[in-house]
């Protein structure tokens, strides 16, 4: 069983660059969450989704946009990135109740 | 303003010994609280969990204590051993928030052989 696959796992882009994470889950569950990790904060919520076509602003939205399309995908999109998101991503997953599964990661570089 | 406090950065215990990482929070709605254990490069991982109608949750050498008048938690492993070095995070839910979590900064724990 995959779980939950984030792609990619590491990404260096340019200050005003864009581009697109990608997180897949296998379990059928209903909501996602994007976190960002940085030292000494633990992980913030960026965005979440309850539901195939629902999403929903968390802690720290500004700078990101999100797409549930379909519901093992969630997108986590930079349109413009600046180096203040520089930082690990986390996609999570969860069925009903709080047992949240997380993907390994994206390390991104904003330079 | 964190909402889920982990005050202590970094914690070394002595293999075989007891290590208790601690956690405090702020908001009265929480009624869910987990703790994560991470290790590098990967995501973090479901470790334990008690509901505010507990006071204690216990699995293997991993017990859970809450105390909700002081807003407390805390995580006891015991015996320690090196493979529990790791970072934890506590994490915190209220089940009218689409169940989002609030994470704590994390407490590194390392366990000596």
């Known amino acids: 069983n995959a779980g939950v696959t984030q792609t990619p796992k590491f990404r260096v882009l340019k200050t005003g660059q864009s581009m697109t994470l990608l997180c897949a889950q296998d379990?059928?569950?209903?909501?996602m969450y994007w976190y960002r990790q940085d030292p000494g904060m633990g992980l913030r919520l960026i965005h979440y989704s309850v539901g195939e076509g629902t999403t929903a602003k968390g802690e720290v939205p500004d700078g990101y946009n999100v797409s549930r399309l379909k519901k093992q995908n969630f997108l986590l999109g930079l349109e413009s990135a600046a180096p203040s998101q520089t930082s690990v991503y986390f996609c999570?997953?969860?069925?009903?109740?709080?047992?949240?599964?997380f993907g390994s990661g994206t390390r991104l570089t904003v330079v | 303003d964190q909402q889920v406090k982990q005050n202590s950065p970094s914690l070394s215990v002595q293999e075989g010994r007891i290590s208790i990482l601690n956690c405090d929070y702020t908001?009265?709605?929480?009624?869910?609280f987990l703790w994560y254990k991470k290790y590098p490069a990967e995501g973090p991982t479901f470790l334990i969990s008690?509901?505010?109608?507990?006071d204690k949750n216990e699995d293997g050498r991993f017990t859970v204590f809450l105390n909700k008048s002081a807003k407390h938690l805390s995580l006891h492993i015991v015996p320690s051993q090196p493979g529990d070095s790791a970072v934890y995070f506590c994490?915190?839910?209220?089940?009218?928030?689409?169940?989002?979590?609030?994470f704590g900064s994390g407490t590194q724990l390392t366990v000596l052989p």
């Open positions: 994490a915190a839910g209220s089940s009218g928030s689409a169940r989002q979590l609030t």
């Open positions: 008690i509901s505010s109608i507990k």
């Open positions: 999570a997953s969860r069925p009903n109740g709080y047992g949240y599964t």
């Open positions: 379990m059928n569950h209903e909501y």
């Open positions: 908001n009265s709605m929480f009624d869910y």
